[in-house]
């Protein structure tokens, strides 16, 4: 086999699948996994949903309050904690949803081999 992607059709001529020859395999699956920003072990559609993910509405409508009192300097000890909180909340969800895109980007790249 020296073509380094080869396709499995079906009797209609339709592909339906694709024969890699190691090189290439191992090139695609190091390039994957030698980045530690890529999520592994998640599927197409878990990606995406994570891609679009959001604080639940009770989270964001306590992180609105919070932050339109703190405009005014309203807040009390104990709520600028939960401020603080939820704003880590918020910045951890977001390098997620990054991770998940940077990732759906890369698979949607090396879907493309041949």
């Known amino acids: 086999m020296s073509e380094s992607v080869q396709y ?43 891609a679009e993910s959001m604080l639940s509405p009770k989270a964001q409508v306590q992180l609105d309050d919070l932050l339109a009192r703190n405009a005014e300097n309203q807040l009390s000890a104990d709520e600028t904690i939960t401020l603080e909180r939820l704003l880590e909340q918020v910045d951890q969800l977001n390098i997620l949803k990054t991770r998940a895109r940077y990732t759906l980007n890369k698979l949607e790249g090396t879907s493309g081999v041949a």
């Open 8 to 50: 499995v059709t079906n009797q209609q001529g339709e592909r339906v699948g694709v024969l890699l020859n190691l090189e290439t395999y191992h090139q695609l699956t190091n390039a994957l996994t030698s980045d530690a920003e890529i999520l592994t072990g998640l599927s197409l559609d878990e990606l995406q949903a994570l």
